[in-house]
């Protein structure tokens, strides 16, 4: 009996240690690249099944002597599960009056050239954003067009950085290289919260490697027990000091919208 016991604890204990071992080797092994792009898919899968959302938001653009001008404007956003293809949004400007019906349109896609259609009221006509011209500024903010497409995990490569505090927070630090053609920037560096996986801050890095903004999220509140959105963006452009911050409402989530409520059609009588 006690021959069998021995037999059966030896085998037991060689089991066991070989699962450890089985199990801890991979992570050991992991890469920089393999660790950036696993928290990038972790982020990613945190937020997945928000359906739709709309929300109203006020824009605060800054130049470099501190002079300020206001924009009041809604966002309705579309979840997209299609392969190959990520998010659509459309945002729509109420005021002041000089801008007042202007609308905007993405479609975020994952291995071809992204859609992005800007209607101005003064034209009355849709104008389609090339992709050569993603990096251009939008609607004079320090946000890009490319900033505003939803950041899919395959238009991008990653790097693992460090593991470092950020304020309250411990913070994942990856850097991301786009992937997709005429990026105006080389790369990003991402600090992501351990706890929530939200992103926290980006440094964006333009084509001569140097630092040109910064996007700082403040004010995350928690929806549908899940899903966190920063209820205020700071974007700071280091190389000409002008700055934009994107101050939000409370978002609504699932409120029916489709793919109809986001074609260029709509642009035009979006009010």
């Not at 992570?27 to 945190?46: H, Y």
């Not at 293809?85 to 109420?94: A, E, N, P």
């Not at 954003?129 to 890009?144: L, Q």
């Not at 040109?212 to 959105?229: G, P």
Request: with cysteine; proline share 3%; charged share 30%.
């Amino acid at each position: 009996m006690t021959k069998r016991f021995s037999k059966f604890t030896q085998s037991t204990f060689i089991a066991m240690l070989s699962a450890v071992v089985l199990f801890t080797v991979p992570a050991l092994a992991e890469t920089p690249e393999e660790k950036g792009r696993a928290i990038a898919v972790e982020m990613d899968r945190r937020d997945l099944g928000w359906n739709d959302s709309v929300t109203k938001l006020t824009m605060v653009l800054s130049n470099a002597q501190g002079e300020t001008s206001t924009r009041e404007l809604r966002l309705e956003s579309l979840e997209v599960s299609e392969k190959g293809s990520g998010d659509k949004s459309l945002t729509i400007f109420d005021r002041p009056r000089d801008v007042e019906g202007t609308a905007f349109l993405s479609h975020t896609k994952i291995s071809e050239a992204d859609d992005q259609w800007l209607y101005l009221p003064a034209l009355k006509r849709v104008k389609r954003i090339s992709s050569a011209n993603k990096s251009g500024p939008f609607m004079g903010s320090e946000f890009a067009y490319e900033d505003l497409l939803s950041q899919e995990v395959e238009k991008y490569a990653y790097k693992w950085l460090r593991d470092e505090p950020c304020g309250e927070n411990e913070c994942f630090v990856f850097e991301r290289y786009p992937l997709y053609e005429n990026s105006g920037y080389t790369r990003q560096i991402v600090w992501t919260d351990k706890a929530e996986y939200r992103p926290m801050k980006i440094e964006f890095y333009d084509r001569k490697e140097s630092l040109l903004k910064t996007l700082v999220y403040n004010d995350y509140n928690q929806y549908l027990n899940q899903y966190w959105r920063g209820l205020s963006l700071v974007m700071e452009n280091h190389q000409t000091g002008k700055g934009t911050i994107l101050t939000f409402e409370p978002y609504q989530f699932q409120v029916g919208l489709n793919e109809k409520d986001f074609t260029s059609n709509r642009l035009k009588r979006a009010r």
